[in-house]
């Protein structure tokens, strides 16, 4: 733990954040749909200075033998070095793997998505919904942009055409897919017992742990991933869940702004 | 509270069957084997031990790493051998839920490696693979605030249900499995799958927090056992 | 080569041993029988403080195209660093495949599985046979525990249940697997021309070669294997050859005697 | 020349619409986002810095490692994320191309690394990605012989056509991307993909030259952009 | 750059070479037919101390879903240490990578293989052309030996015998591949401005850059890539493509010869 | 004795025509190349050359490696390039069956690698390309206890029979290869697959020791080929 760090933590346990923030704050979050025009569905979301990318990809495959009338969803996330120095090549190490999989619980868990509008053919053929996740800029917070980012892009994105049940990669039609909730993760971030939203990335590698709580329109909780190697007390939960819809419902009301 | 009634006749508040061994490996520096039900995990700790390369080191603190695996024939259809996306995040939150638990300030430079096979897969093998980690570590003599406990509960119809076992997850509500240390009342695991209002989340919790009390129990048997055999 | 090997080599010389047995006596030989519930057929063998579980699973696949009528025999051996601090994580490395393809070709060799029963659909559909070997405790000799607990396990292996022929995990017929022969392999080390079987950890660390004689029934060979950079005479293979016969009869009867 | 037209209606020699921006990634040393029409591609510098592990150094010159990346979602048929043989065959002509422009001999014992994302394709994605590299490189402020431009052209019907799509390449009589140094008159990446003859050869790079001047100058400018402002 | 490196450099300024060659010339090019008993067709070329070899395999395999009528050409190169000891084991790296993906488009953009009629059945199954290159011996300009070895296989590549539109594997028909012409890669060496062919192993290591340019039999380009980090200036490519229509036409009738 | 009669003309103690050539591979420190019928390898060493990374290094010894490797074009059916779990077991048991050999201990911190590709195969790769590297470490001037021989032998019908061809390999009761070092009268490599009584074992070694005594032979003219030619 560095200079930097104490300070961070000597200033959050006073209440107070390095850039000025209030604990329940976040950074200006700024939204663009559909950027990509190859992907199905597409965002890109900016908090502060943390940028992510997602696409959405649609494609014809086998469903799952336990699961035969119902779609597939697949996240994943590349951590490219463009995003960051300490971001390396190669496989998805297990922050990347972390970050997908709280990503795609979000979403699955919240059934946002009725997976049974996605079959084609029971036992045959339904729609993989691929949503990949690209970090442009990591300052801190990347579940939550992401989090956003993907619910967005599903949003927007509309069913490629079919022919003979095969794909017509490029084209577009103007169905949409039966996207039905929008599950928004928020991270609340722990120093000395102060919980706080949406750390940059001075304030994360600061953090004695984080406990991210994805919640739906209805105030439900669909996910919970509580990381790093702190831990929280139950009246710290309690507190988190409390911010979390709190949070969530703001943010649900910008990404709800967007949808015109 | 709904009539919901366990298939294998388990008040809803009840722990399937528990055992807990110490020092069943016989090359690890501890290990420990928890069962579950059907569930069975295995667990070897080794160290602390100088960490190679030197560059990955750390000056100040050891270097905790986890690693959870399923044997092949651990679960009803075959697990393909080799890390998995899931793997890979177990193990994440498995270090993180230990990690709170230990002084590795005390052990710069070193590594403390902990590996947790599951034989016998029927739901609950993170929690039942950190209980057995934490006995692991206990069994190595790796000084300990507390040790780590963990358990799922989740809700079926109305009901508050500890412990789910695999036919349960297919219909409950929530799957929420934490890793809490009872000596200090921390939280070091929180998971969630499920579509909950936030009232059932803390029900839940503290549904887990007691079966967590009990396994602390058999834990602490575990290890004197281990301990009065030694005396012997 | 340190002071305990020499120590271990100069005893083996005068025909004595660490811990006192006799050059072809092995260490107390323990088997359960399934303890694993989800594999179809299991086995644990204790040899000593070694131990080596094996789980048998059985999925449906398609054949072999020169064996279109016959299922398939796949054997695996995952070296977990919970069986010795030797062992790493990673993919298997040589000698996790060689002591996986002894003991397959031990199996398959004596033909004690009537491959061409296995056969679903000629050409579609076969059962294929997954013989998944995984280490608990390394004190020397895997390979015999590896490959004794491979055949009790198959020897008490029940087919799953088959719906429009796939596989219904979990449920099982009162089937057995089609076994008709106990091959059991025997290593016999060697340390300057003494010959010897079962080699605890520490003799193996300290041995020249080996050879792994894996016998039938009848007292035919169906699979050798020497290992290890010291190299044998004829005379001593002659020997080895006998050893394993005796050997492979004695520990065929505990197998045997398990079998009610 | 015949009276080929362009679906996009530009003239033969045309670039499709050209933006240029440095400094877009807030991570990086240096870095860049060009497109040309659907193509788009970033590009980030991280460096002059030490190289480990240290037996890789060189101890009389800079390594350049270069990486180019499709995004998965970039192409009409999603990209499988991991490197391809064309990935890496991209990745070596990108760094053949970028070297000939840079003084590695002035930082010994380091590494300058160019990683280079597509977000978009519709062709000419590794020329793209050439132009934001060498962006990126001088908005990392590294030293350079001049800027590295890129361009592919190509002949449909009778006509050398500049920039081509995705369309045209499907129809195009051959593919060839190069990379040239306008301030030395250097090519520095020169590939072909065809069935032309030696003249069609010479008058198609030429045309390619014509539009690497181009962009040469849309370089400048956004450079000129960065500094300007920076200066405001 | 060592002192051998500038001593050659300096003999190229003045238009001389380290083993008295013109700059214009290749070592002696020596082609043998056929040495591959299993392959479908195989040669073997060397040019000076380098040797390559090239094996056909031919199978039956999907086609891709936007050329469904058309055979499959896949080109891949192993480099294996016996032929260097700069070579390393492993997964193919970015040498080996380049040399496979030079001569796949110097075959391919040569449309010297017919590729529709290795179309079996539309859509369902077609020939997949395996062109596989192991170097024996790296002495320089493997992309040259390589490129006329893979032609001179294809050239006397004969399909498999089908039964059931599978492969009998082993058994050969007297049908040859569709092969219509006879693409030659020429690479040409820069080295202060000077430019010459066939740089031998200390030649390569010694050059600025390299030009490979593939030319058919009516003298057409249909393959460029350049090498190494130096440049070219415009005349040094007109120069070199001179060079390159030149020299492959020499090399064609080297390999036509042989075709009796 | 049966009448069986091989479909060859070979009688059946007879190995199929053998070649023997050294140092055919330009770049290797040792090199060789053997045929036995239409089974073709080669093998390359290199060493005793320093070992990096240096904490691989043994100081009292050198370390061998040895890799076997299948032509993609050498069989019937393309081989899939790349490492399989039967090229790692040969090569491991290629290992074990040269090291005996060899003077390790003379070369301390040391690596000896010795490569072999199999170029065309039809049955006995193993004991070619075992062959062909202990020629290689003679061809590099690496001391040695003698010349490492290998062979496979079987039984077809009741004819015991030396050196099988691929088609033979269907029909033998056992396929065992065996690796044997002449000058010694010791078995360096001993395998089988099969299903025979432990007289036929013996027999069947004994006359792949025939066979591995007429291999030596054509070892040590082709080594005293070189040498005539070295030193004319």
Redesign the interface.
């Given at each position: 733990m560095n200079i930097q760090n104490q300070y961070i933590r000597n200033l959050i346990t006073k209440g107070d954040r390095i850039r000025g923030r209030a604990l329940d704050q976040y950074r200006d979050i700024v939204i663009e749909k559909n950027p990509?025009?190859?992907?199905e569905g597409?965002a890109l979301v900016k908090i502060g200075?943390t940028?992510v990318?997602v696409?959405?990809?649609l494609?014809i495959g086998e469903p799952f033998?336990d699961t035969p009338d119902e779609g597939i969803l697949i996240a994943?996330a590349?951590f490219?070095?463009?995003?960051?120095?300490e971001f390396e090549?190669g496989?998805?190490g297990?922050n990347a793997?972390?970050l997908?999989?709280v990503v795609d619980?979000g979403i699955?868990?919240?059934?946002c998505i009725d997976m049974k509008k996605l079959c084609i053919k029971k036992g045959e053929k339904v729609w993989m919904v691929?949503i990949?996740i690209?970090p442009?800029?990591?300052?801190g917070n990347l579940i939550d942009a992401a989090g956003i980012a993907a619910i967005v892009a599903l949003m927007n994105a509309r069913l490629p055409k079919l022919e003979d049940d095969?794909?017509v990669?490029?084209e577009k039609t103007d169905t949409t897919l039966p996207v039905n909730d929008i599950p928004i993760p928020v991270t609340v971030a722990k120093i000395n017992g102060k919980l706080f939203v949406d750390p940059d990335l001075e304030e994360e590698d600061s953090i004695d742990a984080r406990?991210t709580i994805t919640t739906?329109s209805n105030?439900?909780?669909?996910?919970?991933?509580?990381?790093?190697?702190?831990?929280?007390?139950?009246e710290e939960?309690?507190e988190a869940?409390?911010i979390s819809?709190r949070k969530g419902k703001e943010i649900r009301e910008i990404v709800k702004s967007l949808k015109t | 509270m709904s009539n919901f009634k366990r298939a294998d006749g388990r008040a809803a508040d009840e722990l399937r069957p528990v055992t807990m061994k110490v020092g069943v490996l016989k090359k690890a520096d501890g290990s420990a084997m928890v069962s579950l039900g059907d569930t069975v995990a295995v667990a070897a700790v080794y160290g602390p031990r100088e960490l190679y390369p030197k560059h990955l080191q750390n000056n100040e603190r050891a270097i905790l790493q986890c690693n959870y695996t399923m044997a092949p024939f651990s679960t009803k259809e075959r697990v393909r051998p080799g890390p998995s996306?899931?793997s890979?995040?177990i193990?994440?939150?498995t270090?993180?839920a230990l990690?709170?638990a230990l002084f590795l300030e005390e052990f710069p430079r070193s590594t403390i490696d902990v590996y947790v096979v599951i034989l016998q897969a029927n739901a609950g093998t993170r929690t039942a693979g950190i209980n057995a980690a934490s006995l692991a570590l206990a069994d190595a003599g790796i000084p300990m605030r507390g040790l780590v406990t963990a358990i799922a509960a989740g809700k079926i119809e109305d009901t508050y249900v500890l412990d789910l076992t695999g036919d349960e997850e297919e219909i409950t509500a929530c799957d929420?499995p934490i890793a809490y240390?009872p000596r200090?009342?921390?939280?070091?695991?929180?998971?969630?799958?499920?579509?909950?209002?936030?009232e059932d989340?803390?029900n839940i919790?503290?549904l887990a927090?007691k079966g967590c009390e009990t396994l602390h129990e058999h834990q602490r048997k575990a290890l004197l056992g281990k301990w009065s055999k030694e005396g012997s």
């Open positions: 990509i025009k190859n992907a597409s200075k940028e990318m696409g959405v990809k494609d033998a994943g590349e490219s070095p463009i995003a960051s120095p090549l496989p998805p297990e793997i972390e997908a999989r619980r699955r868990e919240s059934k691929n990949d690209q442009l800029s990591h300052d095969k794909v990669y490029g406990l739906k105030g439900n909780v669909c996910a919970l991933q509580k990381g790093r190697t702190g831990s929280f007390s139950f939960i309690e869940i409390k819809v | 996306r899931r890979v995040e193990s994440k939150v270090r993180e990690e709170p929420l240390i200090e009342k921390k939280f070091t695991l929180i998971q969630m799958d499920g579509d909950i209002p936030p989340v803390k919790i503290k927090v």
